[in-house]
């Protein structure tokens, strides 16, 4: 029983020591946004500065449209968020609970996608979207991203797991297919949903290098690449800069911590396969 306790305190104390070397970055970061321009590099390094600018928040946004920035963040990464999580839904529950022939091989053709590289197909989207007229706008980067193997597939795996009855209760009372999908499957999937919610928030908001290929005018700019042109060729602002990473990883945050007890749902229940 003690060498189990001690395994444990062991466990504990490595996780812990992880957890703060995790952290030390972000730790880091706000205490540069509150530092003066002339004690970022000073040697021997210091947390903080002599006092705290908090001035440093407001430069930002006066240099620099960070709430342009931030507000095209937020409508690219909701669209794309809600329209996966509608047409994953969708597929998923198709390929999950629906009859049809050749089912099995389209899911493992439309699966097979996932093993296909984003760089292969990043030339190929560019053309298409130069050839209809959507570079340098949001549907560029809204409209590729429609629609999500990974998605599809995580959201089958759950619908996999809900009993049939309840699906042959819904057909005796003359419930149709999308009835059933609508009023059984949707408000019983709300972990999965939530779990790809996250993952397409996350990677929405954090995405750089379409914004990168797209977009050009400046008032279009996502945060990502809103942040990257805020560094000068030869001198940076860097207090304002930190600051403006800052405030641009805060949101994720907040969802994640709020949303986390779904999160580590989902991804359980998505894995186990129904009768």
């Known amino acids: ?61 006066e240099r620099f449209p960070f709430f342009r920035f931030f507000l095209n963040s937020v ?22 609970r629906l009859r049809f022939p050749l089912r099995d091989g389209l899911f493992g053709v439309y699966l097979a996608t996932l093993m296909i590289p984003p760089q292969v197909t990043m030339i190929p989207n560019f053309l298409l979207m130069r050839f209809y ?34 699906e042959e209760a819904a057909k005796i009372d003359g419930c149709t297919p999308f009835g059933i999908y609508w009023r059984i499957f949707v408000p019983l999937s709300k972990p999965a949903m939530a779990t790809l919610g996250i993952f397409v928030l996350i990677g929405t908001w954090n995405d750089f290098i ?20 805020m560094q000068g060729l030869y001198s940076t602002d860097w207090p304002a800069l930190m600051a403006a990473t800052t405030l641009s990883i805060l949101p994720m945050t907040i969802i994640f911590l709020f949303a986390q007890d779904l999160f580590v749902k989902g991804v359980t229940l998505s894995g186990l396969k129904g009768e």
């Not at 409508?75 to 999950?96: C, D, E, N, P, R």
């Not at 590729?144 to 309840?166: D, E, H, K, N, W």
């Not at 379409?210 to 042109?229: F, Q, R, V, W």
């Open 210 to 229: 379409n914004p990168l290929i797209y977009l050009h005018t400046e008032s279009k700019m996502t945060l990502t690449l809103g942040l990257a042109n």
């Open 75 to 96: 409508k690219v990464t909701l669209i794309v968020t809600a329209a996966q999580l509608v047409t994953s839904s969708m597929a998923g529950y198709v390929f999950a």
């Open 1 to 61: 029983m003690g060498i189990n306790r001690r395994m444990k305190w062991l466990a504990h104390g490595v996780l812990a020591a992880g957890s703060v070397i995790m952290l030390f970055p972000f730790i880091w970061m706000i205490a540069t946004s509150l530092k003066d321009l002339s004690e970022v590099f000073t040697y021997p390094p210091r947390f903080f500065g002599e006092r705290l600018k908090f001035e440093n928040y407001l430069v930002m946004t």
């Open 133 to 166: 007229g959507l570079v340098d706008s949001h549907a560029a980067l809204i409209l590729p991203a429609l629609v999500s193997a990974f998605g599809t597939f995580l959201l089958r795996q759950f619908f996999l797991t809900i009993p049939s009855a309840l």
